[in-house]
């Protein structure tokens, strides 16, 4: 099993198996006959549909000139009925269970399910439309019903148990146990040491949760365009520049608003345009769309998060750990929820001390400037900002003009990484991509070898998701001789029409903390793909990122 079907079909939903072992069975066989059933149409699929197939592009980058909406669905649906397949081969061999014919055999199934999944879900939140959505909700149970399929099955997990307890005696290298050892635990975590009522019941569990994730998920989508902020005037924007309020003017102008004006809520909780915006009652307005985000209207998460709580504490119950915070911190560094707060309690008399001085400094400044009312969230980084100019000389406004964009990607960040790591990045304009923001490059190694592709997606637009992130289109493995492809995600706003794009201070910084898990990506050197990249304890993924981010600028 590869790792980008471990992270959305066994990461999202994990559990399997149910009831008695022939109802398993014949659960798993009306599946596959099921599937079966729809193979002529598959195979007329095939002629059309390019994700049936490897890519021909450098490193099995996506095709993403041939590759259409369409395709996915199908294309899916035929890679689970492969996988189960393989999985089955797997779980039935009479061969004694070994590392090669058990654990490498699961490293090496579901190709074509992970070819077309990391595509997709990396589309989901890149270029989602109502059409990929339809996709999402309706794959949302068949995945998590496909990951119980495998994670319950006790005749493979019977075979993975038995490598494990022979692991020591196996001569198996770190990098192997290591293999061994991280899929008995995501079994055991699963529930295939489970009774089998209790797997029914975690079956259950497991697709509600798929179903109402996703649901969330296409509720932050959705709801950007809701609580945007309009407003009339120019005069009501005062405070920002001419090229954001121009940016405004066409953003509203491009969601059927002409002469309005747009502020764009950012998935974050600090809105960049509370620090610069002067008129008070917009800041409010601002302010209330961010942090009531979600409670409300058709797009209200409420029910689904408590919903949500509800099926996690069923779940870690089920599994035999006291609440969800156990469950998810044991593969983890800290361990133990005692841990992460007892480190967080340690820092609170300090962040409390700290904060309460700002706002007292924040509240002089209020007076200081005129105003008679008493500090409020909404004036927090205005006013914050007229401090920091104060005592520091430092105006965020004059720093970004310092900032263009691709002053910052190419003489900024990729010089960065040259210098450090030798590496140097080649725009590959030759390469399709799944947007015209999208930029493709090739990474080229020291000693000037190939290493990587690397697609860079900056700039905020519709049907992207907010926040920032990267992920990968293909793991590097030695195993199945793949070298990275990997993506960063951000939603930086574009500049106007024959304008540059002038980048935050906080956007910068952004984008060298992505390139931080792209580096973390680029430079995996591993046999095995469920180890590759950033497979790593949850709590340690972010070192790599917050190293690049607040070490490089020093060298910028």
Known sequence: MRKTLIASAIGAAVALSACSKPAEEAKTTAAVEQTQAAAPAT?????????????????????????????????????????????????????????????????????????????FFNMTGTISNDEIQKIQSEMAPKFAAHSDNINLNPQLFARVKAVYDARATLGLDGEATRLVEDYYERFVRAGANLTEEQKTKIRALNE???????????????????IAVYVDTKEELSGLSEAEITAAAEGAKAKGKEGKFIIEITNTTRQPALASLENREVRKKVWEASA??????????????????????????????????????EPTMAKTPKAVLDMFGSMVPAVVENTKKEAEAIQAMIKE?????????????????????AKYDLDEAQVREYFEFERVLNDGMFYTMNKLFGITMKARPDLPVYHPDVKAYEVFDADGKSMA???????????????????????????????????????IPKGPAGEPTLVSYDNV?????????????????????????????RDFVEFPSTFQETGQLTLM
Do not use: C
């Not at 910084?509 to 304890?537: I, K, N, Q, R």
């Open 208 to 226: 509600e949760q798929s179903t109402l994730t996703n649901k969330y998920q296409q509720n932050l989508m959705a709801m950007k365009d809701q």
């Open 43 to 119: 195979e007329q699929a095939a002629v059309t549909n390019p994700l049936l197939v490897k890519s021909t592009l450098q490193y099995e980058a996506p095709e993403f000139d041939k590759i259409k909406v369409e395709h996915y669905q199908p294309a899916m649906e035929e890679g689970i009925k492969q996988h189960m397949a393989e999985i089955l081969t797997i779980a039935d061999n009479k061969e004694p269970a070994t590392f090669e014919n058990t654990i490498v055999a699961m490293e090496k199934s579901g190709e074509l399910l992970t070819r077309v999944t990391s595509t």
């Open 292 to 329: 009531y985000r979600g409670t409300s209207g058709e797009t209200d998460n409420q029910p689904i998060v408590a919903r949500l709580a509800q099926l996690r504490a069923e779940r870690a119950k089920l599994l035999g750990y006291d609440n969800w915070a156990t469950y998810q911190l």
């Open 453 to 491: 592709i690397f697609y860079a997606d900056y700039f905020a637009r519709d049907g992207k998701r907010g926040g920032a992130w990267m992920s990968s289109f293909v793991e590097q493995s030695k195993l199945l001789n793949q070298k990275p492809v990997v993506v960063n995600v951000m939603n």
């Open 369 to 389: 400037t005129g105003g008679d009312f008493e500090l409020q969230p909404w004036d927090w980084e205005f006013y914050a900002e007229k401090v920091r100019k």
């Open 509 to 537: 910084t952004t984008m060298f903390h992505e390139f931080g898990h792209a580096v973390h990506g680029l430079f995996s050197d591993v046999t095995y793909p469920a180890l590759a990249g950033t497979s790593v304890s």
